[in-house]
């Protein structure tokens, strides 16, 4: 099962959200190549949020006219078509495991295999991961399963400054 959604979900394109997660870290560096200091822990996407003192979170935009969650700002609602009607929320670190794939090759120096995700947060919001702690092996993977969103070092990644950065993934819930 696994094996044939694995080009599916490799290409998956749920409506506005479209991440890749191999390649974000790649984009951010670039980014932030003009800093000229270290500042600590930088979030890898700009939806992951790093309140200061505070645990980190996954911020979603929320249009309140339908309801929809993007992840990413907007000032449109691609569902509703509404203007400026987008508010920031804090997404649950709860949620389903939508769909799966497990990357047995991947770009240069990147560790595989891996599980990639899609998970249905609880409230809404769907976003796109990788699952750690659990063994990538279909028979140990269950679609709708609980899982939990936790945020690490991004696999010891550092722009030119030294700062390293802090992702988001997904683990078997507790
Ligand atoms: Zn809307």
């Not at 979900?9 to 390649?23: D, H, K, T, W």
């Not at 990147?110 to 699952?131: Q, R």
Request: hydrophobic share 40%; proline share 6%; with cysteine.
């Amino acid at each position: 099962m696994a094996a044939r959604l694995s080009l599916a979900a490799a290409e998956l394109n749920i409506g506005p959200i479209r991440v890749y997660s191999c390649c974000f870290i790649v984009c951010t560096e670039v980014d932030m190549a003009e800093q000229t200091e270290a500042k600590g822990p930088l979030p890898v996407v700009d939806w992951v949020k790093i309140p200061e003192g505070g645990e980190p979170y996954l911020e979603g935009h929320k249009c309140k006219a339908c309801g929809a969650i993007f992840l990413g700002e907007r000032n449109v609602c691609s569902k509703c078509g509404s203007r400026d009607r987008m508010e920031a929320i804090k997404l649950s670190n709860k949620g389903k495991l939508y769909s799966f794939s497990i990357v047995h090759r991947s770009f240069p120096g990147i560790e595989v295999p891996y599980v990639s995700a899609v998970v249905d947060l609880e409230g809404g919001g769907t976003v796109k991961g990788n699952l750690i702690n659990i063994d990538p092996d279909p028979a140990n993977i269950k679609f709708d399963m609980p899982v939990e969103v936790v945020f690490k070092d991004a696999l010891g990644r550092k722009d030119r400054d030294g700062n390293s950065y802090i992702s988001y993934f997904f683990q078997p819930a507790a």
